[in-house]
């Protein structure tokens, strides 16, 4: 058995900080030059000799839109998470299936959806492409139950005794289920964590060991969360016992203070420092009783030999340059442009027009602006020239040309929607699809191995910190709207699961059925695993497919019927097709009738043949036997087994 550890001190969370800020300084930097590329803040910095008119600088958009495009492809169609159960068998199956909707309602509508904003998968996308790695945590979070955790047993004995279990067990489950109706029916967070601000550290071999979040905070509103205060020596103290004006101690400049969250294999402790001149302090500490820590990373794009790193490269790493460099000469060709369109006018007197160069002063007159569409009136003799400049136009576009080609090449391929010959498209399509996924297939597998770190995560969160069943609402479920799991029963960790995200459109689904169909075919893949491979589940196609097949049985087409009848009160119209059906039965088993002679000097005597389709021997039809009420109480409905029909009818959703 392990020893347990210490809790960390003060000096040694603040110089882990100070030297985890000093090892990642590079990947910092990092960091902030993609997102002033992305956000378009970084500067042109174009010579004073060059600038002629202060305020005009050109930032080429590309990367901000590349990475926005990118982003959202990944996320724009909900990912899909597949169980491989441990045994091959119908239960194992059935598991599978409800790990599955639990864990992607769980993860995508309930514990990735606490923040405003973007979901925790958006957020992780799109930092995996702009960053090169993203980070996210899974916390346990008991406020979501407060309901639940509101109840207490104690109270239930004493209020009814013998009967308190049932009774208690019977109100935390409604609690629990009316958290679920309102978004909160899992109590873990899963939040998605800035790349610039986490230090993470590891072992050799990859483990993680240590985390640390370093962040800027409001100071009033981070003082109040934790009820602190400044001291008389402007030490952090617990507010009831701080100064009685210790906020003007603080002054309108200081409004900010740095918050740090540390985690290691055994404990989590949070620290609030206020600055050189107001101190710091541990806020919050206990063990958090966790196999690990819960932190999720990915990385894309990285070199086989970075090791210790907390990012990747970005997607838009390569074309950086070239954006500055096009930003630059974009500038450079406004400035020019402008030069051109008003440039300097140098005036030009006659000889003896000396003393209009002179002012009132009798010094030389300054140079003047002048306005374009006014008329001037000049001594006679006097000229207006313009210089000419050097024709330097021309040859930067033709850089600026070559950098917008050289970009270009750099882009994704694309489908284009050109003309209207579509010989060949499926291949065109399967070869732009295969080039864009071997592109970016980095990129899309850190994102699916992240999601397979958080289900990992919330499962044992959920094992290890709950311990009770859990529900997630969901509004497809046709008969509770609830999807529950026992976690020490259904989460278990003896599966193998995968995520897919699929950012392909349906023109790629088309290829990719089409290409597991005809393997199917040639019985090189069985037909559970080309389900698989579509993001469906076996066992709920088969169930599909049988009450598909049963619905186009006689069986239920009658119950329909039946049902149909009696919705409307024509159970007449439907006795009278049984009749017809009864009597052309019995009809078809009898001879065919013998027509009788023609008396003497008359002509043949015609049968009642529906008399004797309905009778035996020609007795004649008979009236129509009496039936009861039939389903819904209409009389004339044939008598059917309509509760059978009925419970088969609302079955399959009918």
Same mark, same amino acid.
């Given at each position: 058995?392990?020893?347990?550890?210490?809790?960390?001190?003060?000096?040694?969370?603040?110089?882990?900080?100070?030297?985890?800020?000093?090892?990642?300084?590079?990947?910092?930097?990092?960091?902030?030059?993609?997102?002033?590329?992305?956000?378009?803040?970084?500067?042109?910095?174009?010579?004073?000799?060059?600038?002629?008119?202060?305020?005009?600088?050109?930032?080429?958009?590309?990367?901000?839109?590349?990475?926005?495009?990118?982003?959202?492809?990944?996320?724009?169609?909900?990912?899909?998470?597949?169980?491989?159960?441990?045994?091959?068998?119908?239960?194992?199956?059935?598991?599978?299936?409800?790990?599955?909707?639990?864990?992607?309602?769980?993860?995508?509508?309930?514990?990735?959806?606490?923040?405003?904003?973007?979901?925790?998968?958006?957020?992780?996308?799109?930092?995996?492409?702009?960053?090169?790695?993203?980070?996210?945590?899974?916390?346990?979070?008991?406020?979501?139950?407060?309901?639940?955790?509101?109840?207490?047993?104690?109270?239930?004995?004493?209020?009814?005794?013998?009967?308190?279990?049932?009774?208690?067990?019977?109100?935390?489950?409604?609690?629990?289920?009316?958290?679920?109706?309102?978004?909160?029916?899992?109590?873990?967070?899963?939040?998605?964590?800035?790349?610039?601000?986490?230090?993470?550290?590891?072992?050799?071999?990859?483990?993680?060991?240590?985390?640390?979040?370093?962040?800027?905070?409001?100071?009033?509103?981070?003082?109040?969360?934790? #009820?602190?205060? $400044? /001291?008389? @020596?402007?030490?952090?103290? +617990?507010?009831?016992?701080?100064?009685?004006?210790?906020?003007? %101690? =603080?002054?309108?400049?200081?409004?900010?203070?740095?918050?740090?969250?540390?985690?290691?294999?055994?404990?989590?402790?949070?620290?609030?420092?206020?600055?050189?001149?107001?101190?710091?302090?541990?806020?919050?500490?206990?063990?958090?009783?966790?196999?690990?820590?819960?932190?999720?990373?990915?990385?894309?794009?990285?070199?086989?030999?970075?090791?210790?790193?907390?990012?990747?490269?970005?997607?838009?790493?390569?074309?950086?340059?070239?954006?500055?460099?096009?930003?630059?000469?974009?500038?450079?060709?406004?400035?020019?442009?402008?030069?051109?369109?008003?440039?300097?006018?140098?005036?030009?007197?006659?000889?003896?027009?000396?003393?209009?160069?002179?002012?009132?002063?009798?010094?030389?007159?300054?140079?003047? #602006?002048?306005? $374009? /569409?006014? @008329?001037?009136?000049?001594? +006679?003799?006097?000229?207006?020239?313009?210089?000419?400049?050097? %024709? =330097?136009?021309?040859?930067?576009?033709?850089?600026?040309?070559?950098?917008?080609?050289?970009?270009?090449?750099?882009?994704?391929?694309?489908?284009?929607?050109?003309?209207?010959?579509?010989?060949?498209?499926?291949?065109?399509?399967?070869?732009?699809?295969?080039?864009?996924?071997?592109?970016?297939?980095?990129?899309?597998?850190?994102?699916?191995?992240?999601?397979?770190?958080?289900?990992?995560?919330?499962?044992?969160?959920?094992?290890?910190?709950?311990?009770?069943?859990?529900?997630?609402?969901?509004?497809?479920?046709?008969?509770?709207?609830?999807?529950?799991?026992?976690?020490?029963?259904?989460?278990?960790?003896?599966?193998?699961?995968?995520?897919?995200?699929?950012?392909?459109?349906?023109?790629?689904?088309?290829?990719?059925?089409?290409?597991?169909?005809?393997?199917?075919?040639?019985?090189?893949?069985?037909?559970?695993?080309?389900?698989?491979?579509?993001?469906?589940?076996?066992?709920?196609?088969?169930?599909?497919?049988?009450?598909?097949?049963?619905?186009?049985?006689?069986?239920?087409?009658?119950?329909?019927?039946?049902?149909?009848?009696?919705?409307?009160?024509?159970?007449?119209?439907?006795?009278?097709?049984?009749?017809?059906?009864?009597?052309?039965?019995?009809?078809?088993?009898?001879?065919?009738?013998?027509?009788?002679?023609?008396?003497?000097?008359?002509?043949?005597?015609?049968?009642?043949?529906?008399?004797?389709?309905?009778?035996?021997?020609?007795?004649?039809?008979?009236?129509?036997?009496?039936?009861?009420?039939?389903?819904?109480?209409?009389?004339?409905?044939?008598?059917?087994?309509?509760?059978?029909?009925?419970?088969?009818?609302?079955?399959?959703?009918?």
């Amino acid at each position: 058995m392990a020893r347990r550890r210490d809790a960390p001190t003060l000096e040694y969370i603040l110089a882990r900080k100070t030297e985890a800020e000093q090892g990642y300084r590079g990947q910092d930097a990092q960091i902030d030059t993609m997102r002033k590329a992305r956000d378009r803040t970084f500067e042109v910095n174009l010579p004073d000799e060059l600038t002629f008119v202060t305020g005009v600088s050109y930032k080429d958009p590309t990367i901000e839109d590349e990475q926005q495009r990118m982003s959202a492809q990944f996320t724009v169609n909900r990912p899909s998470l597949v169980v491989h159960g441990a045994k091959d068998t119908d239960s194992a199956q059935k598991n599978a299936t409800k790990r599955e909707k639990f864990t992607t309602s769980a993860l995508m509508d309930v514990c990735g959806r606490r923040e405003l904003g973007p979901s925790t998968l958006e957020r992780i996308a799109d930092m995996q492409c702009s960053d090169g790695g993203a980070w996210s945590k899974l916390v346990f979070q008991p406020e979501s139950w407060r309901e639940r955790y509101g109840l207490k047993r104690a109270e239930f004995k004493k209020k009814h005794g013998d009967d308190a279990d049932r009774r208690f067990n019977e109100a935390t489950e409604k609690a629990k289920q009316l958290a679920a109706q309102a978004g909160r029916g899992v109590p873990v967070d899963w939040v998605a964590v800035d790349s610039r601000t986490v230090y993470p550290q590891f072992e050799y071999g990859g483990r993680l060991t240590e985390v640390l979040e370093v962040q800027k905070r409001p100071l009033n509103a981070t003082f109040r969360r934790y #009820r602190l205060g $400044l /001291g008389a @020596k402007n030490d952090i103290v +617990p507010e009831d016992v701080a100064a009685p004006e210790w906020r003007k %101690q =603080v002054g309108a400049n200081h409004t900010e203070v740095t918050w740090v969250q540390h985690w290691d294999e055994e404990w989590v402790t949070e620290v609030v420092a206020a600055g050189p001149n107001f101190g710091q302090q541990i806020v919050y500490q206990e063990r958090h009783g966790l196999a690990q820590i819960p932190y999720c990373c990915s990385l894309s794009l990285v070199k086989g030999h970075e090791r210790n790193r907390k990012i990747g490269s970005s997607i838009s790493e390569p074309k950086r340059a070239i954006v500055e460099e096009l930003s630059f000469l974009h500038t450079v060709a406004d400035q020019i442009a402008i030069k051109e369109a008003i440039p300097p006018i140098f005036e030009e007197l006659p000889p003896d027009g000396a003393q209009y160069y002179l002012g009132e002063d009798g010094k030389p007159l300054e140079p003047t #602006r002048y306005d $374009l /569409g006014v @008329k001037y009136r000049m001594p +006679p003799g006097a000229r207006l020239n313009v210089p000419s400049f050097p %024709q =330097v136009l021309g040859p930067l576009l033709q850089r600026i040309q070559h950098l917008e080609e050289a970009k270009e090449k750099l882009e994704p391929p694309r489908i284009s929607g050109e003309g209207d010959n579509l010989q060949g498209a499926g291949f065109a399509i399967a070869q732009v699809l295969t080039d864009r996924n071997v592109r970016y297939a980095s990129v899309l597998g850190a994102l699916q191995d992240h999601l397979c770190q958080a289900t990992r995560l919330l499962w044992m969160i959920l094992r290890t910190k709950v311990k009770e069943t859990v529900y997630v609402h969901q509004d497809g479920d046709k008969e509770s709207g609830f999807v529950s799991v026992d976690p020490e029963e259904d989460l278990t960790d003896d599966v193998r699961i995968e995520w897919k995200i699929n950012p392909e459109q349906p023109s790629a689904e088309i290829v990719k059925e089409r290409y597991l169909a005809s393997r199917v075919g040639n019985f090189s893949l069985s037909r559970d695993q080309m389900i698989e491979r579509l993001g469906d589940n076996p066992d709920e196609v088969r169930l599909g497919i049988a009450i598909d097949e049963f619905r186009n049985s006689p069986l239920y087409k009658n119950a329909l019927l039946a049902e149909v009848a009696a919705l409307w009160g024509r159970g007449d119209l439907l006795t009278r097709q049984m009749q017809a059906d009864r009597i052309a039965e019995m009809g078809m088993a009898q001879a065919p009738p013998q027509v009788a002679p023609a008396g003497p000097g008359g002509p043949q005597q015609v049968p009642d043949f529906a008399a004797l389709a309905g009778s035996p021997n020609g007795a004649g039809m008979g009236p129509a036997p009496e039936i009861g009420p039939g389903p819904g109480g209409v009389s004339g409905v044939p008598q059917v087994p309509s509760q059978a029909g009925a419970a088969l009818i609302g079955t399959m959703g009918t």
